[in-house]
């Protein structure tokens, strides 16, 4: 992580970046158990934790700009968690549905692509603003 104002965005697409790789790891992974008894699918929610805390702080900060720039990037950490761990309308009790899985899983693709575009947009914005 950088400690200056100007990565202030990068520092915040870092972490949706990382969070989206885990996530991306975690539908693997439960596509790969779709057949092994009792398997409980895993997920990862960084999109409720990153509007946790821009609406933390909106009320402190009024535009985004400065929001995103005394934001404490240390608080976006999402837990790993068991999704409907007590229910399965399967006989093994597995809980994933491999279609449901991979719709998921190109849709983090995306998400993941667009997080490392935008991760590359701003260093080039950097690049141009210090003239190299």
Same mark, same amino acid.
């Not at 968690?81 to 597995?94: G, H, Q, T, V």
């Given at each position: 992580m950088i400690n200056s104002d100007a990565f202030s965005y990068i520092n915040v697409l870092d972490k949706a970046a990382d969070a989206s790789y885990t996530r991306e790891t975690l539908i693997a992974n439960n596509i790969?158990?779709? %057949?092994?008894?009792? =398997? #409980?699918?895993?997920?990862? %929610?960084?999109?409720? /934790?990153?509007e946790k805390e821009l609406r933390t702080g909106s009320t402190q900060y009024p535009n985004l700009d400065t929001l995103v720039k005394h934001m404490d990037t240390s608080n976006?950490?999402?837990? /790993? =968690? #068991? +999704? =409907?761990?007590?229910?399965?309308?399967?006989? *093994? #009790?597995?809980? /994933? +549905?491999? *279609?449901? @899985?991979? /719709? @998921?899983?190109?849709?983090?693709?995306?998400?993941?692509?667009?997080?490392t575009t935008a991760v590359t947009n701003e260093f080039s914005h950097l690049k141009i603003a210090i003239g190299s």
């Open positions: 790969a158990n779709a %057949d092994t008894p009792t =398997y #409980k699918r895993k997920d990862l %929610d960084f999109q409720s /934790v990153l976006l950490t999402a837990e /790993v =968690y #068991k +999704d =409907y761990e007590n229910y399965s309308y399967r006989i *093994d #009790k597995n809980n /994933v +549905d491999i *279609d449901t @899985e991979n /719709v @998921e899983l190109a849709s983090e693709q995306l998400r993941y692509q667009q997080l």
